[in-house]
């Protein structure tokens, strides 16, 4: 990563911890630093205290030990209405009782801002989510996706700095889910305001965010740019979590440098990039993305024969389910277009890969 | 309703089910209805068969000082008693309902004992109390003790109302600048009205037709409508007490009517 300037640092997470009832903690050691006008995003699994860690940074929860900066100056005893920070909640929050136009007003008003500019900017933020037309609306007669504008010209009318949002779409469908993203990701790049938003949807991560970091019981396991996650992964977890991949139990036989070679329970060898730190003779596991296998290829290193078992056809791609390295469901994807036609189901061919694309990580069995 | 498929035996029961509810109705609102013609009678006693139509018994009601004081008497305690146990009420529902702490249930049960204890208990636990203390015989200890009866209605209403209250709202309140008091009055306040509405109802007509307490603690310069009615049936009999109870009748309804309007009208801005 680029080194970066103390003050393009707006928020600081510093050694903070979270426990709810004194014993388990549900942030552990969190430090964490969101530069100025980023969009990161906090992705992990349900319960990995995603949410915990913006509520502290929004003051509803309080860490339990460590600190958070904004800018220069410490949150610790900093109220909620006095951070300046806007939010967009899971399920909106609008105030059933005012109209759009009165909801929009509302964070301006209670900072003593004169009608006429109140009135221009309500506006302005209406039809920033082109909603010119409901400004009368009460929320309840609005669908999903339109409260969710709402929401999100709410957080922005009163011009934060920083903008957290929780899961914003989670309740929308599929497709006005999708445009969202690129409607708040188009937002974010139009104001440059700092965005941190909290999903458990990878793909809607890796869709929006400038950074990743990805919890897991209240760590993070990594924090990078989309394609460094998905391209690097640094431990079995982030490989599992983010995009799809072959995984291979073995043994490390040596290693020199930045590359080892691991030894498949099967007796097959394999070169990979060495990523944990593992002694040889202890376990590792290896990840393979399956858009990085190659089928009958002619390589010296890592080439390897399997059966072809299934096939399984998306239209653009196809999956094959084939049985290598001792896997049984070991999958290639292939375009359709570098498909041989005459491949069938029984066919034995040979398989292989680049070493920069097998990474041997740590071999922990994740329980799912 | 009566549809088609119904066979004679559940068409039978159909008339009965209507029937029986229309004499229990009958039944709850006879006492109130046999009350409002005497108060027009002409005669001086309060017995059917009414013997002529005059509003005599309205001008005595407007005319005698001990009624006139009565009046006035219920119309300082009740409102003045109705505002204290909403004020308290309310604020005692909030901290009841936000979050878990030790003894929450034993405060709940100590504000919602005026309800359950026997008013006469009540009425001679304040008076044992308040009399020593030469707090008898005063507006202030009647109006006090009305709003500890008032104040269970308003915490039921309220609590239920709170049960249904998002409670992000309020976080979004502070999140977007508003300080806890203004995040009271413009988010929580207008959100939980028709629940403070309906309590501040039932505490006022607790205290408005409220009699035993108030035997105990108001000496005849703080009697009140009820409790001047009560004597009025004891000592002379005369219909005034009938254009009296005629005129609580009118004005409860009244107040029914335009508390339940008030709080359709919230009720609609927070659903709509
Ligand atoms: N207010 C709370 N009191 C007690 N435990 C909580 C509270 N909020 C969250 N938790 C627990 O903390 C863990 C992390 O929750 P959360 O931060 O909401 O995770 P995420 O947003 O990543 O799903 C969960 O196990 C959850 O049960
Ligand atoms: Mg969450």
Redesign the interface.
């Known amino acids: 990563m680029a080194e970066t300037n103390a003050s393009d640092i707006l928020v600081r997470f510093k050694n903070v911890q979270k426990s709810y009832d004194g014993e388990t903690l549900i942030v552990k050691d969190l430090n964490l630093d969101i530069r100025k006008g980023e969009f990161l995003t906090l992705l992990g699994p349900s319960g990995s205290g995603k949410t915990t860690s913006l509520m502290m940074l929004?003051?509803?929860e309080t860490p339990t030990a460590g600190e958070i900066m904004l800018g220069e100056r410490s949150l610790n005893r900093v109220?909620?209405?006095?951070?300046?920070?806007?939010?967009v909640?899971q399920?909106y929050?609008?105030?059933?009782?005012m109209t759009v136009a009165e909801n929009l007003a509302?964070?301006l008003k209670?900072?003593g801002m004169d009608k006429t500019d109140v009135t221009e900017r309500v506006k302005r933020a209406l039809s920033m989510v082109q909603l010119d037309k409901f400004a009368n609306r009460?929320p309840?007669?609005m669908s999903g996706g339109q409260q969710q504008r709402v929401a999100l010209a709410?957080a922005l009318v009163?011009e934060p700095q920083l903008v957290l949002m929780d899961e914003p779409l989670g309740a929308l469908d599929k497709q006005l889910r999708e445009h969202m993203q690129m409607e708040i990701k188009h937002l974010h790049e139009r104001l440059g305001v700092t965005v941190v938003y909290v999903t458990h949807d990878q793909s809607e991560a890796l869709t929006m965010s400038d950074r990743v970091a990805v919890f897991h019981q209240g760590e993070i396991q990594q924090i990078d740019s989309p394609q460094g996650l998905y391209e690097h992964p640094r431990n079995t977890f982030v490989a599992n979590f983010i995009g799809e991949n072959n995984r291979l139990h073995g043994k490390l036989l040596s290693r020199d440098g930045e590359r080892c070679t691991v030894g498949l329970e099967n007796g097959e060898r394999v070169e990979a990039m060495a990523v944990h730190d593992a002694a040889p003779g202890q376990p590792v596991s290896l990840s393979i993305r399956p858009e990085r296998i190659k089928l009958n290829v002619a390589q010296e290193q890592n080439r390897f024969s399997g059966r072809v078992r299934e096939f399984i056809y998306l239209g653009d791609h196809v999956r094959i389910r084939m049985e290598a390295c001792g896997n049984s469901s070991f999958i290639v994807k292939q375009p359709i277009a570098t498909l041989d036609p005459k491949l069938a189901v029984g066919d034995v061919i040979s398989l292989g890969w680049n070493v920069e694309h097998v990474r041997a990580l740590d071999p922990v069995e994740l329980a799912e | 309703m009566l549809n088609p498929t119904m066979s004679p035996i559940e068409k039978v029961w159909h008339y009965v089910l209507r029937i029986t509810s229309g004499l229990t109705l009958l039944f709850l609102i006879m006492p109130v209805l046999v009350i409002i013609p005497l108060s027009f009678n002409e005669g001086s006693f309060l017995v059917y068969p009414l013997t002529g139509f005059s509003f005599r018994w309205y001008q005595d009601l407007f005319s005698a000082p001990e009624w006139i004081r009565s009046l006035q008497n219920s119309m300082i305690v009740a409102p003045a008693a109705t505002v204290l146990a909403m004020v308290l009420g309310t604020l005692a529902s909030i901290g009841l309902t936000r979050g878990e702490f030790r003894g929450k249930g034993i405060i709940m049960f100590l504000l919602i004992s005026p309800m359950v204890v026997p008013v006469v208990i009540v009425g001679v636990a304040s008076y044992l109390f308040f009399a020593p203390l030469g707090m008898d015989n005063s507006y202030t200890t009647l109006i006090l003790e009305h709003a500890a009866l008032g104040v269970p209605f308003v915490i039921i209403t309220v609590t239920a109302t709170l049960q249904g209250y998002?409670h992000?709202?309020t976080?979004?309140?502070?999140?977007?600048?508003?300080?806890?008091i203004?995040?009271f009055f413009?988010?929580t306040l207008?959100?939980i009205a028709p629940g403070v509405i309906s309590g501040a109802l039932f505490a006022f007509a607790t205290s408005f037709d409220e009699v035993v307490v108030t035997l105990f603690l108001a000496g005849p310069e703080q009697a009140t409508l009820p409790r001047q009615m009560f004597s009025g049936i004891r000592e002379n009999l005369s219909p005034t007490i009938a254009a009296a109870a005629t005129l609580l009748i009118g004005f409860s309804i009244l107040l029914l009517l335009t508390l339940e309007w008030l709080r359709g009208r919230?009720e609609r801005?927070?659903?709509?």
């Open positions: 929004a003051g509803f109220p909620p209405h006095k951070r300046d920070i806007g939010m909640f399920n929050a609008l105030f059933p009782h509302f964070p209670v900072r009460y309840g007669q709410r009163f | 998002n992000n709202l976080r979004a309140a502070a999140n977007l600048g508003a300080s806890p203004t995040t413009r988010i207008p959100l919230s801005l927070r659903t709509s």
